[in-house]
C-alpha cells in the first residue's frame, strides 16, 4: 500500500509568515491530493482537492501544489484563525491513506 | 447537505456495535461514502468505502474481518457493522461524502469506546 509522508509534525509561526507543509506519496499518485484542517474540537474541513484546486469558500491564501509523489500545501500568510492541524489524504485509490497531520501554531 | 452519525457507545472487547449515518440534502445514490475514524488525540484513518449501489466495498487492513460498510440507498443510510472490537477500535467514527475528488462533507461523528 501507499504511504503518504507530512513534514513537519508541527511549526510555529508568526501572523502574517508564509508557511509551507509537505506531503510525500511512497509511489505516483498523479494529482489525486487532497487537503483537510481540523480546527481544535472540530471536524475536519475539506481545503484542497485534485493537489490544487480550492475548494468553494476557502480562502484564497491557501493554495496547493505537486503532482506524482510530492505535493505542497502553502498558507501565504499565516492568520490567527489557521490555527489547526492539516491532513493529506489519496485519493487515486483505496486505500484512501492519510498523513500523519502537520500541527500549525501561532509563535 | 446534511451528515448525521448514531450509534456510538461503550461496548466491552469483543463485542459489537452497527453505527448508522442518516443523509439528507443531496441525492444519497449519486455518492461513494467512506468511513473515516480518529483515535483521542490521533490523526485522521481511513476505514472503509462503498461505491454508490454498494456493489464495491473496501476496508483498511487493520478492520478488515472487523468492520463492514454498507448502505441502503431506499433509506439515504450508510452503515458500519463491528464486530470483534478491539480497545484500538475506540475513536471518533466519521461519515464523509465522496466526491470521487474528496470527502467534501463530513458528519459531526460518533463516539466508540471499546474498553471493560
Known amino acids: 500500500d501507499i504511504q503518504m509522508t507530512q513534514s513537519p509534525s508541527s511549526l510555529s509561526a508568526s501572523v502574517g509568515d508564509r508557511v509551507t507543509i509537505t506531503c510525500r506519496a511512497s509511489q505516483g499518485i498523479r494529482n489525486y491530493l487532497v487537503w483537510y484542517q481540523q480546527k481544535p474540537g472540530k471536524v475536519p474541513k475539506l481545503l484542497i482537492y485534485?493537489?490544487?484546486t480550492l475548494q468553494s469558500g476557502v480562502p484564497s491564501r491557501f493554495s496547493g501544489s505537486g503532482s506524482g509523489t510530492d505535493f505542497t500545501l502553502t498558507i501565504s500568510s499565516l492568520q490567527p484563525e489557521d490555527v489547526a492541524t492539516y491532513y493529506c489524504q489519496k485519493f487515486n485509490s483505496a486505500p484512501f491513506t492519510f498523513g500523519g497531520g502537520t500541527k500549525v501554531e501561532i509563535k | 447537505v446534511q451528515l448525521v452519525e448514531s450509534g456510538g457507545g461503550l461496548v466491552q472487547p469483543g463485542g459489537s456495535l452497527r453505527l448508522s449515518c442518516a443523509a439528507s440534502?443531496?441525492?444519497?445514490?449519486?455518492?461513494?461514502m467512506n468511513w473515516v475514524r480518529q483515535a483521542p488525540g490521533k490523526g485522521l484513518e481511513w476505514v472503509s468505502y462503498i461505491s454508490t449501489s454498494g456493489s464495491t466495498t473496501h476496508h483498511a487492513d487493520s478492520v478488515t474481518g472487523r468492520l463492514t460498510i454498507s448502505r441502503d440507498n431506499a433509506k439515504n443510510s450508510l452503515y458500519l457493522q463491528m464486530n470483534s472490537l478491539k480497545a484500538e477500535d475506540t475513536a471518533v467514527y466519521y461519515c464523509?461524502?465522496?466526491?470521487?475528488?474528496?470527502?467534501?462533507?463530513w458528519g459531526q461523528g460518533t463516539l466508540v469506546t471499546v474498553s471493560s
Open positions: 440534502g443531496f441525492i444519497f445514490s449519486d455518492y461513494p
Open positions: 464523509v461524502r465522496d466526491t470521487y475528488l474528496a470527502g467534501d462533507y
Open positions: 485534485a493537489a490544487s
